[in-house]
């Protein structure tokens, strides 16, 4: 027999996730930064695509904060759309108001 929760699920956290990824992408760029000095160092210890490694996770970065924003905008545009469709459905009349 299927066990069934006795709490309904709460409602999924809003969180920034444009200033998580882009914090991510800055770390990266900076990682690389830090890096790039020693490539000789690395190379010589085997560790020579460590800094490019940066550069691709920065780089890849960029994608995800260009994806973040999309996501954001259109969450605010598709909430703007339902707030505009019930203020026109209730025409500026509450429940309280209206006369059947």
């Not at 770390?27 to 000095?37: C, E, G, K, N, S």
């Not at 260009?66 to 459905?89: F, G, K, Q, V």
Request: aromatic share 8%; glycine share 12%.
């Amino acid at each position: 027999m299927p066990k069934t929760p006795l709490h309904p699920s709460p409602p999924p956290l809003e969180a920034n996730d444009v200033a998580i990824v882009g914090g991510g992408t800055v770390l990266w760029f900076v990682a690389f930064l830090a890096l790039l000095p020693f490539q000789g160092t690395l190379s010589d210890h085997g560790h020579g695509t460590w800094p490019w490694i940066c550069l691709a996770g920065g780089l890849l970065g960029l994608i995800g904060l260009w994806y973040c924003r999309a996501r954001r905008d259109a969450i605010a545009r598709s909430r703007a759309a339902e707030a505009a469709a019930r203020a026109a459905e209730n025409d500026g009349k509450g429940p309280a108001t209206q006369s059947d």
